[in-house]
């Protein structure tokens, strides 16, 4: 259920990410070198976040490594959203929001004056709890990212859009109608477009807010086989309310708790025999 | 109505409905009546100008000018035209770009608030007001009417109608796509002109539209600005001629066949403003804001 991550499940990981990311985008974070030391993808250190005066994160350290699927989960307001959007920046638009400590993705830490936030952020998808698309055309959704990262030439564009969205599942569904609206789309299938746009210009990082929580048990399975099939070459965060699920996702499982990181490790172990007793009454369903 | 007498009736739901059902009927009926006379009236004047309009028409009042024989106001339709052009060119950009500071920029501050009150101000002025300052700012310092102050006081005109229609279709874009495009890695200028614009198009094309055929039927500011010209004269440094303009002269005049004149420029003013507007809701048909 969980696979210890081997030392060829992150070479893998990184050897994709080097051939995804060919010359032409500034390195503002730096591609992981092949190494046999592990290194993380996400290291979070001493992070603290304030809304206004009122605390909502209390110093959380965590480490996620490269190809790791890793859930977290919480009761609702224990700072799970906060901290995942901590992780691409996207805090910086909430004006009284303020981060303390340090967060470095491959190394670089994103919150230091010199990095490139748009550049960040492409390199970082998010998905977002409800399906989000805009109202264009699936493909120009998908063709989006790519444009705003300056990717010309409209064969290029519709082979990365054709590739993205059979990454996430939707293209047999979809290439006969890609002109037309996505808001047309079901919301699980507007969900799998909203994945196949954030993967579109190649990110090493996807970062999911509870991405099946609007939606139906069908839908949720094929995002749930599609989380395990991208988690080949992206790492991934996803934010769950559902304990089920990230039984099934995730290799390591991060509990959070009123902002304060209570425990995390490999998810059977999280949900076997936990070293808190807050963690086990929490996966037991005892509170939450 | 006491909890017996509705517990005994056959129907347990049946209790309280007659009264409202008859309020519901009479409310309806007062809309339905309402909405009857305002199209009544509006017609009864439409046809009105339609009849007399028409009557008085000729192939000459298209072809030439005002001191021709035949006479005709060719110079005053494409004066009309070229005037609201003019105005749209300096009100519609301005207005728009108010309307984005507004809503994307500057937030929900004082500041905002204070240019929205602006906005109102400046919408409920009479307009003569705005001819006035217009015929300050250019008439005083060029020594002449023209052509120039005269859209100038349209475009006075345009601007808040156009900046409180694009702000309120901005704000009506919803959050989520902002976030999406943010999350992306888009600038805010590409999430502005790629998401939003696009997304609140047909609702400002609309306001653009209104505006457009507001200014299109005003007099009052043109009188001491665009003046009026019986010549064929399009150079807007120079007094220029207008429908409007001379609707309001003949309308005035002793002359028989000039108030009849006058009543087909109504009309032919009426038909521009129509199309124009058909012509921009079948442009933009079928796309409204996304509202999800
Ligand atoms: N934009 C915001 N402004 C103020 N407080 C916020 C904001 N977003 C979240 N919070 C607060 O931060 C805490 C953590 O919220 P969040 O990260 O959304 O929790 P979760 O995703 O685990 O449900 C909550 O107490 C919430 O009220
Ligand atoms: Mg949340």
Redesign the interface.
Known sequence: MTPPVSAENVSRANGAQHGSHSAHAPRMIPVAPDQHVKRHAIDIKNLEVFYGKGRAVHGVNLQIAHGEVTAFIGPSGCGKSTILRCL?R?ND?IKHCQVRGSIKIHGADIYDRRTDV??????T??V?Q?P?????SIFDNVA??L???GVRGKAVIAEKVEKSLRSAGLWEEVKDRLHVSA?SLSGGQQQRL?IA??IA?DPEVLLMDEPCSALDPIATKTVESLINELSKTITIVVVTHNMHQAVRVAHQTAFFYMGNLIEAGPTDKMFHNPEHQQTLAYVTGQFG | MSAQQIATTENPFAGRSPGRRWISRGAMALCTFATAVALAVLFVVLAYIGIRGIEYMTPAFFTNLPLQSPEGMRNCIIGTVILVGLASVLGVPLGMLCGIYMAEYAGRGWFTYLTQLVMDLLAGTPTILLGVIAWQLVVVPMHQQSGWSGALALAFIMVPIVARASEEMLRLV?H??R?????????KS?TLF??IL??AKAGIATGIMLAIARVAGETAPLLFTALGNDQAVYNPSEPYPSLTLKIWQYSQSAELAWRHQAWTAVLVLVAMVLVFTAAVRFAVRGRKV?V?
């Open positions: 691409n996207m638009l748009m550049e960040l952020r492409k390199r998808g998010m977002f409800k989000n698309p805009f109202p264009k989006y990212p444009r705003i990262h808001l909203c746009r954030a210009a | 919803p989520p796509h976030e999406a495009s943010a999350g992306l890695g888009a600038s590409q790629m998401v696009p997304a996304h999800v």
